[in-house]
C-alpha cells in the first residue's frame, strides 16, 4: 500500500535560518503530492502541491519539487519566520474524488527569534 | 475558494454520553467527505469515508456502531461518538474535496473539533 515517510521533528531554527523538510513516498503509479500545515490548534491548511514528476509546486516562500526518480517531495524555504512554527504534513493521493490522502507522521517546526 | 466548516471546535461530555460533530462544505458540494482522529503529537489517521446516500466505508479497526456517520446531503457530514469515554478524547477533522478537483487540487480541511470526554 501507499505510505509517506518524514524526517522526525521537531526542527528547531533560527529566524531568516533555510529550512528543508525530508518527504519521501511508496505508491504505485503517479500519486499527487501535497505539503499541508497545522497552526497549534487548527485544522490543516494546503501549503503547495505537485501533480506530476518533475513539478514544482511553491507557497508563501515554501518550495518542493515532485522527484519520481527519488520518490521524493521535500519542503524548502529559503529564510524561515517565527510566524512559520507549525507541524507540517507531507500526504499523497491518487486521482479520484474518491481517493484518501496518506498522510507521514508530521513535523514540527519551532523557528525562535 | 473552497470552505470546509466544522462544528464544534470544542466540546466536554460526560462519559456514557453521545457527541454529534457536523461537518459542512460551505461552497461546493461534496459527495464524499473524509474523517480523520488526530492523537497529541502524532499524524491523522483516517477513520471513515463519508459517501452522500450510503453508507460510510470505515478503515480497519474503526468501530462503526460507536463512531456514527451520517452523510445526508451534499453539503453535510456528521460524525457521533456515542457512549463517549475518556479514550475517546481526540482531535477530529473533516475534509471534502472539491468537486472537479479531485486529488489533484487538494483537499479543504475543517478547523478541527477538540472532544475531551471527562
Known sequence: ?113 | GAVVSQHPSWVICKSGTSVKIECRSLDFQATTMFWYRQFPKQSLMLMATSNEGSKATYEQGVEKDKFLINHASLTLSTLTVTSAHPEDSSFYICSASPPGGRANYGYTFGSGTRLTVV
Open chain 1, 1 to 113: 500500500g501507499d505510505s509517506v515517510t518524514q524526517m522526525e521533528g521537531p526542527v528547531t531554527l533560527s529566524e531568516e535560518a533555510f529550512l528543508t523538510i525530508n518527504c519521501t513516498y511508496t505508491a504505485t503509479g503517479y500519486p499527487s503530492l501535497f505539503w499541508y500545515v497545522q497552526y497549534p490548534g487548527e485544522g490543516l491548511q494546503l501549503l503547495l502541491k505537485a501533480t506530476k514528476a518533475d513539478d514544482k509546486g511553491s507557497n508563501k516562500g515554501f518550495e518542493a519539487t515532485y522527484r519520481k526518480e527519488t520518490t521524493s517531495f521535500h519542503l524548502e524555504k529559503g529564510s524561515v519566520q517565527v510566524s512559520d512554527s507549525a507541524v507540517y504534513f507531507c500526504a499523497l493521493s491518487h486521482t479520484g474524488t474518491a481517493s484518501k490522502l496518506t498522510f507521514g507522521t508530521g513535523t514540527r517546526l519551532q523557528v525562535t527569534l
